[in-house]
């Protein structure tokens, strides 16, 4: 038994707050459970992602794996997960109790995963890791460096890049920035 089906067990069953009574399943994240270069994270499991016990899994993930797939992004360098565990109704925003309830898990994968750079997929991502009071539209695409440790890429969320084809093109700016440091650090 490692520390990490320990955590799988204790997330799974959690009733920290009131999602926990309308999940099918819980979602802890998707990839590889190792120490990797890169963490995305989202906002929370949508109906797909609910079903099948799997992060970004519906279409906003297919446009993410298309993306870093073009982009030589491996799923060995990644793993990815949201900010909730557990899918909001309707998939509406997670409230601020919701996300503080499930956070301690996030910080646990943070320690586990040992990141160095995070990708911080929309606006409640943004809001739980960099400051609460940030607007992704104003933060995005810029390196925020979190105590000399972990750069942070804000970027938009794929599921709004799907509603708004207009954000489309920044969206992939960013991802890009995200190869370019992946592959520096790589390369030695
Ligand atoms: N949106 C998210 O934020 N996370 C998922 O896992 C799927 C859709």
């Given amino acids: ?3 990490w089906d320990d955590f799988v067990r204790a997330c799974s069953s959690c009733n920290k707050c009131g999602l926990y009574q309308n999940r099918r399943n819980v979602v802890i994240g998707r990839g590889l ?3 990797v270069p890169i963490l995305f994270v989202g906002e929370g499991p949508g109906e797909q992602e609910d079903i099948k016990g799997e992060a970004f899994v519906g279409r906003a993930g297919k446009l993410l794996d298309l993306l870093l797939d073009a ?3 491996k799923p060995e360098d990644y793993y990815i997960t949201n900010v909730v565990k557990c899918r909001p109704p309707n998939n509406r925003i997670p409230t601020k109790d919701e996300v503080d309830a499930c956070i301690p898990w996030l910080r646990y994968q ?3 995963i040992k990141p160095s750079i995070v990708v911080c997929l929309g606006s409640t991502a943004a809001k739980a890791l960099i400051d ?3 607007k992704i539209t104003e933060i995005r695409g810029n390196w925020i460096d979190k105590q000399g440790k972990i750069l942070i890429m804000p970027t938009y969320h794929p599921a709004a890049v799907l509603r708004d084809n207009g954000k489309r093109a920044d969206f992939y700016l960013d991802v890009k920035k995200v190869r370019d440091r992946l592959f520096q650090m790589t390369s030695g």
Avoid: P, R
């Fill in 132 to 134: 609460n009071d940030v």
């Fill in 110 to 112: 943070f320690s586990a």
């Fill in 1 to 3: 038994m490692n520390k």
């Fill in 71 to 73: 982009m030589e992004i």
């Fill in 33 to 35: 459970v190792k120490q």
